[in-house]
């Protein structure tokens, strides 16, 4: 889609480029080709809408839910069963009895009372549930701090401490198989050194697991890998080779053994950006706002976490203007945290201006609400 496209369509909405998702899913096969026991699934989470979705199953990735509701998306939009895995430190006896029903690759199990309730469902439903270990390995991943999960501060997993009593219980009960363990360190992480550090955590707590004759067949890895948020044009896709290479070359794998992983952001962020128009521009006693039609309600994360989608002025680049003046590009609802960038540089812009906001495929939608009683953002995807 060109300005001229996007300047009949309502605004705000999201814009999906599919070539550069399918480029992105050729880029991940390419670094996975010669390494058949590596698994990847897609993280539902980043981004649920439909036709991303399909894209992203055809492309053969398995799925990585975190919900009930999320189990049913991925298996509607063509993710087999046998390819979704389920983590999430509060799944409800109805998303477990979900997750039974389609018989889901497995659960990646936070707690011993989760534990315990899976059983007693499986046992109820005469099934037998997979089930991994979500295993808090202490591994900082130099990430902001409302998106590191695996320190021992944090709400997830077990710890390395309670590993075995929990495998020795889950080798116990009837309806469990345990397959293995599963550590997600953080997300946006955008050194491979976190991971490198992850492997060697792994490959500690395999050794110890061995001594102990506990046989480890999965290895699920999570996601985290980040993405360039500030140069989206010349970084449209995340060095996958130097990602999976960074566990081709330190994670020690036992023949037979699986390795999966679970990436969300890095499939998606690039592709989707979020189109907005200027409604108005004011000029302030000591700034210019450009006050767009998009708001925190179709894209937290700045205020969230005070990320940044590099703003573009399509309307003003096709004018031919310069980037001159410094603009805070704000929200219309009424909180002061809705603003997306501050004294960020634009060409001189104008009411009706069609503004891009960049990266904004994962995390972006799919956290949308109706937060001032907004409709949703909708969304475009080709
Ligand atoms: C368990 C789990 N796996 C995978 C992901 C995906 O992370 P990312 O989008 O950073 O790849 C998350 C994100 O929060 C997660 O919680």
Do not use: W
């Not at 992480?189 to 490198?196: D, E, K, M, W």
């Not at 039609?293 to 969230?304: K, N």
């Not at 009706?352 to 939608?365: F, P, V």
């Amino acid at each position: 889609m060109n300005l001229t496209d996007f300047e009949k369509q309502e605004t705000p909405f999201y814009y999906y480029d599919l070539q550069l998702l399918d480029a992105t899913l050729n880029a991940i096969r390419e670094a996975v080709e010669d390494a058949p026991h590596f698994h990847v699934h897609y993280a539902v989470k980043a981004c649920a809408t439909p036709a991303v979705l399909k894209k992203i199953a055809q492309a053969g990735l398995g799925a990585d839910c975190v919900s009930g509701g999320e189990i049913l998306r991925a298996v509607e939009n063509g993710f087999p069963a046998s390819d979704i895995v389920y983590a999430g430190v509060g799944k409800t006896d109805r998303e477990i009895r979900t997750a039974l029903e389609h018989n889901i690759a497995a659960f990646n199990v936070e707690s011993i009372p989760e534990l315990e309730v899976i059983n007693e469902l499986a046992s109820e439903m005469g099934r037998t549930a997979r089930v991994a270990f979500r295993i808090n390995p202490n591994v900082d991943a130099h990430t902001h701090e409302k998106i590191t999960t695996g320190l021992n501060e944090n709400k997830f997993g077990i710890s390395m401490q309670d590993m075995i009593p929990a495998i020795r219980m889950a080798e116990s009960l009837k309806h469990i198989d345990f397959i293995g363990l599963h550590f997600h360190i953080g997300s946006q992480i955008t050194s491979f050194v976190p991971f490198a550090e992850l492997c060697k955590c792994i490959n500690q707590l395999t050794a110890a697991l061995e001594a102990e004759d506990i046989m480890v067949r999965s290895i699920n890895v999570g996601g985290g890998l980040g993405i360039d948020y500030d140069c989206p044009d010349e970084h449209p896709i995340p060095d996958f080779n130097g990602y999976f290479n960074t566990f081709k070359k330190h994670l020690k794998l036992r023949p037979g053994q699986e390795l999966h992983f679970e990436l969300g952001r890095a499939v998606v962020a690039q592709c989707g950006q979020l189109v907005s128009r200027v409604v108005y521009v004011k000029h302030g006693l000591q700034k210019h706002f450009a006050i767009i039609d998009a708001g925190m309600t179709d894209l937290v994360r700045p205020a969230m976490y005070g990320s940044f989608h590099k703003p573009v002025n399509l309307s003003a680049e096709a004018r031919g203007e310069q980037a001159t003046d410094q603009y805070d590009i704000v929200g219309p609802i009424c909180e002061s945290s809705d603003v997306f960038v501050k004294d960020y540089t634009l060409p001189l812009t104008r009411r009706g201006d069609i503004i891009l906001l960049k990266s904004a495929g994962a995390y972006g939608e799919i956290m949308a609400s109706q937060y001032n009683c907004r409709k949703l953002p909708g969304s475009i995807a080709e």
